[in-house]
């Protein structure tokens, strides 16, 4: 069986762009994270932090795992595909409920 080849450096600065441009969508559309976490807590404004952390790791823990069964912890774990396929499940649902949809950034869509 083949390996998946591991995230590369170009998909790492898109989750973190990614990320960084969710937290930018939520706070101009008035979702802080209480309201996208459904939690009632003291209102606090996202992050890239924050959205790479509460979003992107939760589907990352939900959806991939190691070769033993144990969820992956970091981005650092990721292959290619895991990358793609956690932002087509992120932005699938973030659509669905707050109606914000990205593009996973590349090389032709990286406005900073």
Not at 28 to 45: C, E, H, M
Not at 73 to 90: C, G, W
Request: proline share 4%; net charge neutral.
């Amino acid at each position: 069986m083949m390996s998946e080849e591991k995230r590369t450096k170009a998909q790492q600065d898109s989750i973190e762009l990614l990320c960084r441009q969710y937290a930018e969508a939520f706070d101009a559309a008035g979702y802080d994270i209480p309201a996208v976490l459904a939690k009632k807590v003291i209102p606090v404004s996202w992050t890239q932090g924050a959205i790479k952390e509460y979003l992107f790791k939760a589907v990352m823990r939900a959806t991939c795992h190691r070769k033993d069964g144990t969820p992956k912890e970091s981005t650092t774990e990721l292959n290619t595909k895991e990358v793609s396929k956690i932002h087509r499940q992120l932005d699938k649902w973030i659509n669905e409920e707050f109606e914000v949809s990205l593009p996973f950034p590349d090389r032709f869509n990286r406005d900073e």
